[in-house]
């Protein structure tokens, strides 16, 4: 053999090597990421399995469970407390048919077109020390006898205050 073939051969045993050695990284990059891939089906399984024991035992933990039970409670409020206030941030109320913003002055959901929730005029009365109208929820001057929003009588709403 001459000089030239033994270095055609080593570089062919050399470029061989590499293209096995590449193949198997692939392979093992590829199983790897199968492997990831079932993790996390089965980490998806466990939270939904999860929430599913919380719903189903939220009223009634089991006394091990309890710490973990109150400490998912305590959270939900904590956000519900924090979205309140990015709502109010944001002069925006939430939906009650769709989930949709609704802008604070709004009296129907842009999205579904849904009569926008509003408080009870009593509980309103107490929150803000003002009347709103019953129907459309537009705040009331005092001594007015109907919305100036959308006719509604606000006589009914004074007489159902005084007798409480």
């Known amino acids: 053999m001459t000089f030239f073939d033994k270095i055609s051969e080593t570089l062919s045993k050399g470029s ?3 293209i096995d050695k590449t193949k198997d990284l692939t392979d093992i ?6 492997i990831s891939s079932e993790e996390n089906k089965i ?5 939904a399995l999860g929430k599913s024991y919380y719903k189903k035992y939220r ?3 089991d006394a091990a469970d309890a710490i973990q039970f109150e400490v998912i409670a305590n959270a939900e409020i904590a956000i519900a407390k924090y979205k309140t206030e990015i709502q109010a941030i944001k002069k925006v109320s939430i939906c ?4 949709a913003e609704i802008a604070a002055d709004a009296l129907f959901c842009p999205k579904c077109g849904a009569k ?3 408080a009870k005029p009593e509980e309103e009365k107490k929150e803000t020390g003002k009347r709103t109208c019953r129907k459309c929820g537009a705040e009331l001057e005092e001594g ?4 100036q929003a959308c006719g509604e009588p606000v006589e009914e709403e004074n007489a159902e205050t005084e007798e409480k």
């Open 16 to 18: 061989k090597n590499i």
């Open 29 to 34: 990059a590829k199983l790897n990421g199968q």
């Open 43 to 47: 980490r998806d399984a466990y939270i």
């Open 59 to 61: 009223n009634n933990p």
């Open 96 to 99: 009650h048919n769709c989930g």
């Open 116 to 118: 926008k929730d509003s």
């Open 144 to 147: 007015t006898a109907f919305c």
